[in-house]
């Protein structure tokens, strides 16, 4: 294959628009970027590609012939893989039957399913990841979130015996749970794709990535196409104008104003099941980035202050006084909590944005429900966090991810909190949505709000924190001041307290 040419893909919900005639070419051989605003048509244009959707006008072809392309099948059939940003695996299977989901199960007799032949065709194909950590006869459910992805990308890069060479890998959005070193693992995988002449089409709001691994960009804008050019012909400026109409610029603001006087949170000589060795205060106002290659960790530090978890030995001081038992009394004294899966773990999908923006503070209304009061609330929460939709009831379902992101956020904001506990908050939202999110957690943190944020993104962790905990198997590895750090300095001592 050369070339794979998707011509006047249309699509209409109701008669309003979600992609108007929008053509897209990829070459053999290339990493194709698509970008845009959440809601500027990515997801619908991946949809019918795929053949999940049927397009109400599309034209397929690869090097001049025509493709059917109705079904799901026929995108199987003509080559196209595809990754997806949501984490679609099946919890109570094995990951050797998840990575498998899709493909023939190989058998022997012809009857009979070949475990052992499965668990090596799986473990060969997380191989090529750089994931041979991951055990493929353990459940998928009890996997890290990094790994669970991994499961999903090893999924696309099966190899079956007799079936045609794929042409289209399409990842979206594959690094958003991914740690740094993860993400250096596909990044390879891709660059073998390329090699061997497959066209990757490439979908994130993660520009540094775009800039470093793609040959071309694409940017739809409100369902249109808007610009299509070479990365090294265009610049981030360009790209963020195409995307947003306007000038927008992605840096992250600054701190105007210097941390209070307070303790918001204080850990002394900490350990739990999963934490060891935890010694350090929080200031009030302040923003504690937390750091490592283990993700867990993390998880483990911010629900313990959430009240899910147990103290083995030391001490742990919340708001002037001890940590909470439960979440519901967390959010009574004025914790919040942004999960990090927010499909998963953080919104009631078939729920309209009211109940999901306030299901934590519904004691606020005492035993009767006053819905025009809850409207009203849920309005001006909407209003604050620049919420993109179509009224209260409207379900968080049929929201784009960086709205669904700005749901959770108007929940944590709700009640002005005293301890904003954030995990991997813009992870999936494009970067308008990005910018308001860094605005808000830096306009709560002015106002004394104490932040503790985990994140993946080390220009998001080095853009809004003061100090940053580095986390490694559970132990604290050091609390480090992040003025005059980059990235890379970060990087190398994250990896560095890996080696000890």
């Not at 599309?58 to 997806?84: C, Y």
């Not at 740094?180 to 540094?208: C, P, W």
């Not at 009224?391 to 784009?400: C, K, M």
């Amino acid at each position: 294959m050369q070339t794979l040419c998707f011509q006047g893909l249309t699509k209409a919900y109701g008669g309003v628009p979600a992609l108007s005639d929008v053509t897209l070419t990829l070459s053999a051989g290339r990493v194709h970027a698509l970008m845009g605003e959440n809601g500027a048509g990515k997801s619908t244009l991946i949809k019918l590609i795929a053949g999940v959707v049927a397009a109400d006008r599309m034209t397929v072809t690869r090097d001049g012939k025509t493709l059917p392309l109705r079904t799901a099948a026929e995108a199987t059939k003509a080559g196209f893989r595809f990754i997806h940003q949501e984490l679609n695996i099946v919890p109570q299977l094995s990951v050797a039957e998840n990575v498998l989901l899709g493909h023939p199960a190989p058998r022997r007799f012809g009857m009979f399913i070949d475990w052992r032949r499965m668990q090596d065709k799986a473990a060969a194909a997380l191989a090529s990841l750089g994931a041979e950590h991951i055990d493929v006869r353990q459940q998928a459910g009890a996997l890290a979130t990094g790994d669970k992805m991994l499961t999903r990308i090893a999924s696309a890069l099966v190899a079956e015996a007799g079936a045609a060479e794929p042409c289209l890998y399409v990842f979206d959005e594959p690094t958003a749970a991914l740690t740094a070193s993860e993400s250096t693992k596909l990044f390879d995988v891709i660059a073998r794709l390329k090699a061997q002449g497959a066209a990757v089409l490439y979908v994130s709001h993660r520009m540094n990535e775009v800039l470093q691994i793609c040959d071309d960009v694409t940017v739809l804008r409100d369902g249109r196409h808007v610009l299509t050019t070479e990365i090294a012909k265009t610049t981030r400026v360009e790209i963020i104008a195409a995307m947003t109409g306007k000038p927008v610029s992605d840096a992250i603001p600054a701190r105007t104003t210097p941390v209070g006087q307070g303790v918001a949170c204080r850990v002394t000589a900490l350990d739990t099941r999963d934490l060891s060795g935890l010694n350090l205060s929080l200031a009030e106002g302040e923003i504690l980035g937390v750091a490592g290659l283990d993700e867990s960790s993390q998880t483990a530090f911010l629900r313990l202050i959430l009240g899910q978890g147990r103290i083995q030995k030391g001490g742990l001081e919340v708001l002037n006084g001890p940590a909470p038992t439960s979440p519901e009394q967390a959010w009574a004294r004025g914790i919040a909590y942004v999960p990090r899966e927010r499909r998963s773990q953080g919104l009631m999908l078939g729920m309209g944005v009211r109940p999901n923006a306030l299901f934590p503070h519904l004691v606020d209304y005492g035993l009767l429900a006053d819905k025009r009061a809850e409207v009203a609330r849920t309005r001006g929460l909407a209003d604050q966090v620049r919420l993109r939709f179509q009224g209260t009831e409207q379900p968080v379902g049929q929201l784009s991810g960086g709205n669904q992101q700005k749901v959770l956020f108007a929940r944590a904001i709700a009640k002005n909190p005293k301890l904003l506990l954030l995990e991997e908050p813009t992870r999936g939202v494009d970067v308008g949505a990005r910018a308001e999110i860094h605005g808000l957690i830096r306009a709560l943190s002015t106002q004394g709000s104490a932040v503790i944020l985990a994140s993946s993104d080390l220009v998001e962790l080095l853009g809004l924190s003061d100090r940053i905990l580095i986390l490694q198997g559970g132990r604290q590895m050091a609390v480090l001041d992040r003025q005059a750090m980059t990235p890379a300095d970060l990087l190398a001592r994250i990896y560095a307290s890996e080696a000890a």
